[in-house]
């Protein structure tokens, strides 16, 4: 599953969308498999991909709906592929039953969600952080989640390698969590050389067929090797409660072990798996926790206010879930004051707030339909000067 | 020398969880012989179902298996075979998976033409929830949602298969073994999204609240009930009034998807050639 | 434990009938569906009581939903 085989791929310096950069990202890590459906501002990742991965032998596939589109990823996926869906909060929504199916049976894939204003239909054009608390709560059951967000073009590509690095090797659907400012916008990125970034597949079972246990584990944060279908080790994958055989099981202790192994194979690793920015920030009386594109808002209120003085640096996370939690600990406990901004009505804040544990007080600034304005982070920071 | 199932079953899993006298079983035995018959190398074929009774049947069989979301598995069963198009893949769902929840994936895999097997297993209820009223459930029949009797009228899967785009589109019974057997041969070996409507009996829900008989007399009704669709043409019409036609219905030859996918990938690295 | 059924010499075709009762869930079907009622509950599972009287037609094998009743012609 090596990238090396695409001719068409241009390293060096790109001035492109956030949309290509993903797309351009997935075929770098592998990616050779995509199924999904249009929906603004995703759309030209398909659209790219569609004109890309023939040329690469790939699959592209537009299925009927986004839930046809994450079912044909991890079918993909099973057989072998590296695989990718892209969406917005709407075909998100949809998809949430097929995604927790991905959890369960721990099938590597990427979902990629361009947040626009929702609920429901929303503002189709209009960018929006408000899908991050269904990032991680979407589907139903106990899960682990792992969910990134870009807040550049050259982010929109590096995160998307991440994204299939860390779902192979942890065996899981990984989110990327970007929004319609950095999808849509242009900018410069630097495309990596073939090769030059690491790339993982997912470990492949060196056990004959009768020995070989799909959902096998010695210790719960270890991960099972994955066989593809036709490989001749006749295994069987199901949504049902399952023990390392994966065949059903009923047994609660069985089950409830099965469970803390979905959840410890990535919470065991999250030092692995967190990545964040820190901006000024040594010497910060005032944290300002902001991602995506509103951390490119909050980066210009941080210098206004640097100008006059005020002690304001910026915590932007690039790994969303698990949220770095202890890392943002350690800056908040030197600050008297949190300021999130976010282009939803708080949900990041949310964390914070419990980080914060009430000893720095959070102020959490709502804004949504366009690009974060700086002068509303400002206000926030003065508010409590 | 006894038809060796076996072979072909995970035993350690066996006795099935299927009720006394349900036709699940039936058609698991016709579709194993169907497999043997056309001496399919085991570890090239993925058996794929949704959620319901008939969607258990892959746990039972000693293939790869993939047991879905309602509804979902044609979707799933579309990308294990596009991403591994050698594979020969059988899709089993129950008739409330395929045509209710799945039917927009039924239309569309039938549009498609993608090259795998449908075989949807019509009890005409949803069983495994206790017996509630599905698209197949026949109009003033009895079920737990229907309990002053069906309002609706059943779905013509044949018709609908035909007109989506499937080129293989077949019925039978499971009082019709071999029959059944052949027609699901036929579906496995035809290239292009092949469908076969299997008739049968759930005779401790539906039968049950039908009050239709013994699973033994349920079967026999079939034999009744069915001619082939030959018979259909050549008999007078008051002999076939009200019959059920069996046997294939439909089969023509179009290029499948993968055949068509492969003529996108030469036309891609055609034009890209011409530009370069 | 498998119950096994022979018949008497004779031109015809002999046929060995065994059910698995691990597997049987008594449905009445075999017994039902048999043209020559060669087979009959004996307590809780079928048995072959007739056994000489098979025409190996395996109506009974093919519609067994359970895999529990096979038939075949008898080596002898």
């Known amino acids: 599953m090596s990238n090396l085989d695409d001719p068409f791929y241009k390293p060096g310096v790109r001035f492109i969308s956030g949309n290509e950069a993903i797309a351009e990202g997935a075929i770098y890590a592998g990616c050779r498999f995509f199924a999904g459906y249009p929906i603004t501002p995703s759309t030209e990742i398909a659209e790219e991909l569609a004109i890309r991965l023939p040329l690469v032998d790939g699959v592209f596939l537009q299925m009927e709906d986004e839930i046809a589109s994450i079912a044909a990823v991890l079918g993909g996926s099973l057989a072998g592929k590296k695989a990718m869906t892209a969406t917005s909060g709407p075909g998100f929504s949809l998809m949430q039953e097929n995604i927790g199916y991905g959890y369960m049976a721990e099938i590597p894939c990427v979902v990629v969600d361009v947040m626009r204003g929702g609920p429901s239909t929303g503002m189709p054009t209009g960018p929006s952080q408000s899908d991050v608390m269904q990032a991680k709560w979407g589907t139903h059951g106990d899960h682990p989640v792992i969910a990134l967000s870009p807040a550049t073009v050259q982010e929109c590509f590096n995160e998307t390698v991440r994204a299939f690095n860390f779902s192979e090797q942890f065996r899981l659907p990984v989110i990327i969590l970007s929004d319609e400012i950095v999808s849509h916008m242009r900018e410069k990125a630097v495309l990596p050389s073939l090769g030059e970034l690491e790339i993982v597949n997912r470990p492949k079972p060196t056990e004959p067929p009768g020995e070989y246990k799909p959902y096998g584990f010695k210790y719960e944060w270890e991960i099972p090797p994955m066989a593809a279908f036709g490989d001749g080790y006749r295994f069987h994958v199901t949504g049902l409660a399952h023990d390392y055989t994966g065949f059903p099981s009923n047994l609660p202790k069985v089950i409830w072990q099965q469970l803390k192994h979905l959840h410890d194979k990535v919470m065991r690793n999250v030092e692995k798996i967190w990545r964040w920015e820190e901006f000024l920030l040594d010497d910060a009386e005032i944290v300002v926790v902001a991602y995506g594109s509103t951390a490119r808002a909050a980066k210009e209120a941080i210098a206004r206010e640097r100008k006059r003085g005020v002690k304001v640096g910026m915590f932007r996370p690039i790994t969303l879930w698990p949220f770095p939690e202890p890392v943002l600990a350690s800056f908040i406990d030197r600050a008297k004051l949190a300021v999130v901004p976010e282009l939803n009505l708080g949900q990041v804040k949310l964390t914070v707030e419990r980080v914060a544990k009430g000893r720095v007080p959070v102020v959490s600034v709502a804004h949504g339909g366009e690009a974060f304005l700086p002068s509303l982070i400002v206000e926030a920071i003065r508010s409590r000067v | ?276 | 434990m498998a119950e096994v059924a022979e018949a008497p010499t004779k031109t015809k075709k002999k046929a060995v009938i065994k059910i698995k009762k691990e597997w049987c869930k008594s449905c009445d079907i075999c017994v039902e569906l048999c043209p020559k009622k060669v087979l009959e509950f004996r307590g809780r599972y079928p048995e072959a009581v007739r056994p000489e009287d098979c025409n190996l037609c395996l109506e009974c094998e093919l519609h067994c939903p359970d895999f529990a009743i096979t038939v075949e012609e008898s080596d002898e």
């Open chain 2, 1 to 276: 020398m006894a038809f060796p199932y076996e072979d072909y079953l995970r035993a350690e899993f066996m006795p099935h969880i299927w009720c006394a006298g349900c036709g699940h079983g039936i058609i698991m035995k016709a579709l194993i012989r169907a497999i043997d018959s056309l001496k399919l190398d085991k570890n090239k074929v993925v058996i794929a179902s949704g959620i319901g009774c008939a969607s258990r049947l892959p746990g039972y069989v000693d293939f790869d298996t993939l047991h879905t979301t309602h509804g979902r598995a044609l979707a799933f069963a579309t990308g294990v075979k596009l991403a591994r198009p050698e594979l020969s893949i059988i899709v089993v769902s129950g008739d409330g998976d395929a045509i209710a929840i799945g039917g927009n994936h039924f239309l569309h895999a039938c549009q498609r033409n993608i090259d795998m097997t449908l075989v949807i297993f019509n009890n005409f209820n949803y069983g495994m929830t206790g017996g509630q009223v599905s698209p197949s459930t026949p109009y003033s029949a009895f079920t737990t949602t229907t309990p002053y009797g069906n309002p609706n009228y059943q779905f013509d899967v044949l018709g609908i298969s035909k007109a989506a785009g499937a080129t293989y589109v077949a019925r039978s019974t499971t009082y019709h073994a071999r029959h059944l057997e052949k027609m699901i041969l036929g579906a496995i070996s035809h290239k292009g999204f092949s469908v076969v409507e299997v008739l049968e009996d759930c005779p401790i829900a539906y039968g049950r609240r039908n009050r239709m008989g013994t699973p033994a007399q349920m079967l026999k009704r079939w034999k009744e009930m069915c001619v082939t669709f030959d018979a259909m043409k050549k008999l007078p019409p008051w002999r076939v009034k009200d019959k059920i036609p069996i046997g294939l219905y439909h089969q023509e030859e179009r290029p499948d998807f993968w055949e068509e996918y492969q003529e996108t990938i030469r036309k891609a690295k055609e034009e890209v050639q011409r530009e370069a």
